[in-house]
C-alpha cells in the first residue's frame, strides 16, 4: 500500500478500528431511506459532536462536514456511484453508474476524502447490473492506484424482489464470501460486508477478504438487538461497522455512537454497550 493511501486510510481506523457513519442514502432515490436525514446540517452537527472515526457521504453534501473547522472532526468517507436496486419495486432496467465516469474520484479528492466506496451488486437475473458495477470498479481501482486513495467496495448479495418485497440482503454465508472474494481480488483496500445468517460464519468472510473488512448495517432494527449482533460479528474478526439508519434514525444519534465506538475501540459487549446507551 502507497504512502498516501496508508495515511488516509489512518484518518478511518484510528486504534485499529472504524465506526463509519453513512448519511449517503441520497442517491438511493427512496424516500423511506430519507427519515431522519430531512435536515442534513443539523444531523452532521450531530455527529461531529458525537465523533465516530467517519462520516460517508457523497460530493454534493460533503462541504456539510469538510467546512467545519475543527481539526478532530470525523474522516469524510465519499461514495461516488449510485443505482437503482434499493427500490421497493423492481425495475424494467437494472443499472448502476459512477456519479463522474471521466474522473470517478476527482471529487473526493477536491473533499479531502479518506477514502471511496462503491457498490458490487449481486441480484438474481441482473448480470447486466454485476457487469456495470464490474466496470465501475475497475474503473475507480485505476484511478485510486494512481492517486493513493483507499478503495471501500460494498459487495452485496440481495434476495430476489418477489421474496420479501424491495431491497433485501441475502445472508447466505456461501454467497457473501464469493462476492467478498471477487471484491478482494479486484484489489478492495477495505470491504463493506453484510453479516451472515449466522454470526459464527462471519470469520470466514473476514478470512477471505485479506483487508479490514467493516460491517454493513441495513435496516433500522431493535438496537439492543443490533449492539448484540454487533459484538458477535466483532468478535469475528470484524474492524468496525458502516452504519446509517440505526444511527440516524434513533432518537438518540450519539448516544448509539458512544456504545457502538466503546464496542470498537474498548471491546465492550452487546450488554456492556447497551448500558453504555443508557447512561447517554
Same mark, same amino acid.
Given at each position: 500500500?502507497?504512502?498516501?493511501?496508508?495515511?488516509?486510510?489512518?484518518?478511518?481506523?484510528?486504534?485499529?478500528?472504524?465506526?463509519?457513519? $453513512? #448519511?449517503?442514502?441520497?442517491?438511493?432515490?427512496?424516500?423511506?431511506?430519507?427519515?431522519?436525514?430531512?435536515?442534513?446540517?443539523? @444531523? @452532521?452537527?450531530?455527529?461531529?459532536?458525537?465523533?465516530?472515526?467517519?462520516?460517508?457521504?457523497?460530493?454534493?453534501? $460533503?462541504?456539510? #462536514?469538510?467546512?467545519?473547522?475543527?481539526?478532530?472532526?470525523?474522516?469524510?468517507?465519499?461514495?461516488?456511484?449510485?443505482?437503482?436496486?434499493?427500490?421497493?419495486?423492481?425495475?424494467?432496467?437494472?443499472?448502476?453508474?459512477?456519479?463522474?465516469?471521466?474522473?470517478?474520484?476527482?471529487?473526493?479528492?477536491?473533499?479531502?476524502?479518506?477514502? @471511496?466506496?462503491?457498490?458490487?451488486?449481486?441480484?438474481?437475473?441482473?448480470?447486466?447490473?454485476?457487469?456495470?458495477?464490474?466496470?465501475?470498479?475497475?474503473?475507480?481501482?485505476? $484511478?485510486?492506484?494512481?492517486?493513493?486513495?483507499? #478503495?471501500?467496495?460494498?459487495?452485496?448479495?440481495?434476495?430476489?424482489?418477489?421474496?420479501?418485497?424491495?431491497?433485501?440482503?441475502? !445472508?447466505?454465508?456461501?454467497?457473501?464470501?464469493?462476492?467478498?472474494?471477487?471484491?478482494?481480488?479486484?484489489?478492495?483496500?477495505?470491504?463493506?460486508?453484510?453479516?451472515?445468517?449466522?454470526?459464527?460464519?462471519?470469520?470466514?468472510?473476514?478470512?477471505?477478504?485479506?483487508?479490514?473488512?467493516?460491517?454493513?448495517? !441495513? !435496516?433500522?432494527?431493535?438496537?439492543?438487538?443490533? #449492539?448484540?449482533?454487533?459484538?458477535?460479528?466483532? $468478535?469475528?474478526?470484524?474492524?468496525?461497522?458502516?452504519?446509517?439508519?440505526?444511527?440516524?434514525?434513533?432518537?438518540?444519534?450519539?448516544?448509539?455512537?458512544?456504545?457502538?465506538?466503546?464496542?470498537?475501540?474498548?471491546?465492550?459487549?452487546?450488554?456492556?454497550?447497551?448500558?453504555?446507551?443508557?447512561?447517554?
Amino acid at each position: 500500500m502507497r504512502l498516501s493511501q496508508k495515511a488516509r486510510m489512518n484518518r478511518m481506523f484510528t486504534h485499529g478500528g472504524c465506526l463509519d457513519v $453513512a #448519511l449517503d442514502h441520497g442517491v438511493c432515490n427512496e424516500p423511506g431511506f430519507l427519515k431522519g436525514l430531512e435536515n442534513m446540517e443539523s @444531523v @452532521v452537527s450531530t455527529l461531529i459532536e458525537a465523533r465516530p472515526d467517519a462520516i460517508q457521504m457523497a460530493y454534493g453534501q $460533503a462541504d456539510l #462536514l469538510q467546512s467545519r473547522p475543527e481539526k478532530d472532526k470525523p474522516a469524510l468517507v465519499m461514495r461516488i456511484d449510485m443505482g437503482n436496486p434499493y427500490n421497493d419495486q423492481r425495475h424494467r432496467v437494472m443499472w448502476s453508474a459512477l456519479q463522474n465516469h471521466d474522473e470517478p474520484i476527482i471529487g473526493a479528492l477536491e473533499m479531502d476524502a479518506a477514502c @471511496v466506496v462503491v457498490n458490487l451488486f449481486m441480484l438474481p437475473d441482473e448480470p447486466d447490473l454485476f457487469h456495470q458495477c464490474v466496470k465501475n470498479i475497475s474503473r475507480v481501482r485505476a $484511478a485510486c492506484h494512481t492517486y493513493g486513495m483507499p #478503495l471501500m467496495i460494498e459487495p452485496l448479495v440481495m434476495l430476489p424482489n418477489d421474496v420479501r418485497g424491495g431491497y433485501q440482503v441475502d !445472508g447466505d454465508a456461501e454467497k457473501i464470501i464469493t462476492l467478498v472474494r471477487l471484491a478482494s481480488e479486484m484489489g478492495a483496500d477495505i470491504i463493506k460486508a453484510d453479516p451472515t445468517a449466522d454470526p459464527e460464519d462471519f470469520h470466514r468472510v473476514v478470512e477471505t477478504a485479506r483487508v479490514p473488512v467493516l460491517v454493513r448495517g !441495513g !435496516g433500522k432494527e431493535d438496537l439492543k438487538t443490533v #449492539l448484540r449482533k454487533s459484538a458477535a460479528l466483532m $468478535a469475528q474478526g470484524a474492524k468496525g461497522m458502516v452504519y446509517g439508519r440505526n444511527i440516524y434514525q434513533h432518537d438518540n444519534p450519539k448516544a448509539v455512537v458512544n456504545a457502538l465506538m466503546a464496542m470498537i475501540h474498548h471491546g465492550a459487549s452487546g450488554d456492556e454497550a447497551w448500558d453504555i446507551y443508557n447512561r447517554g
